[in-house]
């Protein structure tokens, strides 16, 4: 049950952070084209629906472990989230995802997304070797799919050249 709910709250958070970002996008562009808010817009659905079900599955097991079914509710047993690592992980996640999301504009989303995604498994316990192979190989991936395919622009980063020229 706790870790259901805690992630559950973690969900809500994301996906009500997807719907205020999107909040002053366009929906749909001319030609009925969906606009740049349709797809957080979907996401935030889909995420809260699922957050709905976790909140939902975390009540049944609640109330499966009473012993006679009949007894009162346990508010206090619903509201606590599990273990001290569990909610540390909740807090790390909800932080590093503000951070990442902060600093796009600055470093750029190639940078940004590296560090993020290595950061991220290292602290869950992934190994350095596999979370770099997994970072670098879903960047390239992101890369290739919306520049070199879809030709999307990724925005230029406001320290990008210098940060690029002060690297190699």
Avoid at 37 to 60: A, D
Avoid at 80 to 91: A, S, Y
Avoid at 110 to 129: D, E
């Amino acid at each position: 049950m706790s870790r259901d709910l805690g992630t559950a709250i973690a969900v809500f958070f994301v996906s009500f952070f997807f719907l205020y970002s999107s909040r002053g996008l366009p929906l749909f562009v001319s030609g009925g084209y969906p606009g740049p808010s349709f797809f957080p817009l979907i996401l935030s659905f889909v995420l809260i629906s699922c957050g709905i079900l976790l909140v939902v599955n975390s009540l049944k097991s609640s109330l499966k472990d009473k012993p006679t079914g009949i007894e009162k509710w346990n508010f206090e047993k619903f509201i606590m989230l599990g273990d001290i690592q569990t909610m540390k992980n909740v807090i790390v996640f909800i932080f590093l995802t503000v951070l990442y999301i902060s600093l796009i504009p600055l470093l750029g989303f190639t940078l940004t997304a590296l560090v993020y995604l290595l950061v991220l498994q290292v602290i869950y316990g992934v190994s350095i070797v596999r979370a770099m192979l997994i970072s670098v190989g879903l960047v390239l991936f992101i890369h290739v799919l919306f520049v070199m395919i879809l030709n999307v622009v990724f925005p230029e980063p406001v320290l990008g050249p210098i940060l690029w020229r002060w690297m190699l």
